[in-house]
């Protein structure tokens, strides 16, 4: 059974709907969907819109609406939702050179989990990750459903430059970093597609709600599909998510 959401304060023009104290698909599922309805309803007031994990912020402003006005309002649209309103999932394929000068940390990753770097390849890209939230920096994902036979600890000193593309393992964890920043991830690989850019609509090319699956590719293949995203010739690959 569901748990009943919970609305807290977040300062004085903000609120949270909480729907849970763990990091679970159906609880995410109650966010983005609740988050799909808001979205289409944009109840008086309502500025911005920020779903995470199992919770979503409801940014507003306080001299149209108050936070109990507010609150019936949300509990009023949030009666009833069914997962319909949630558009299908998709599963967006990004394609992936393993280990080498791209993934750096693949034989620590390999050996820390008893495996050969072929094997974690072959269990990091068997599964679909259900883009559970986006943040740390624009077009960042929080993945869910790593394998835990491939878990890994975070570097004991963080890199102060990753560069875009790279993919990493942190604990239970695994993402893209979508532009060049600091991290201490384990960086097993890298992807020629930008995640991130600012001059293109919609600036990402995955969202929350998303299935990624990492394809390996060769090294000469990463250069052919980066010669072809440079040329506009080259198209990812985006499909629904079947079960």
Known sequence: MSEAPRYLVAGDAALVVEFGDR?????????????VA???ARPDGVRDLVPSYRSLLVNYDPRVTTFDALRERLAD??????????????????????GGDYGPDLPFVAEHAGLT?????????GASYLVYMMGFSPGFTYLGGMSERIAAP???????????????????????????????????????????????????????GDYIR?????????????????AGTWTLSVRELTT
């Open 77 to 98: 649209i949030g009666k009833g939702l069914f997962a319909t309103l949630s558009p299908p999932p998709r599963v967006v394929e990004i394609p992936t050179s393993y």
């Open 23 to 35: 990091i679970d698909p159906a609880v995410n599922r109650r966010v983005r969907e609740l988050c």
């Open 154 to 208: 975070r570097l004991k000193t963080p890199r102060t430059a990753i560069p875009a593309g790279s993919v990493g393992i942190a604990q239970q964890q695994t993402g893209i970093y979508p532009v060049e920043s600091p991290g201490g991830w384990q960086l097993i690989g890298r992807t020629p597609v930008r995640l991130f850019d600012p001059s293109r609509e919609p600036p990402v090319v995955v969202e929350a």
């Open 117 to 125: 770097a072929d094997e974690v390849v072959a269990i990091h890209s």
């Open 214 to 230: 990492f394809v390996p590719v060769s090294r000469g293949e990463y250069q052919r599909i980066q010669d072809g995203l440079n």
């Open 38 to 40: 808001l979205d289409r």
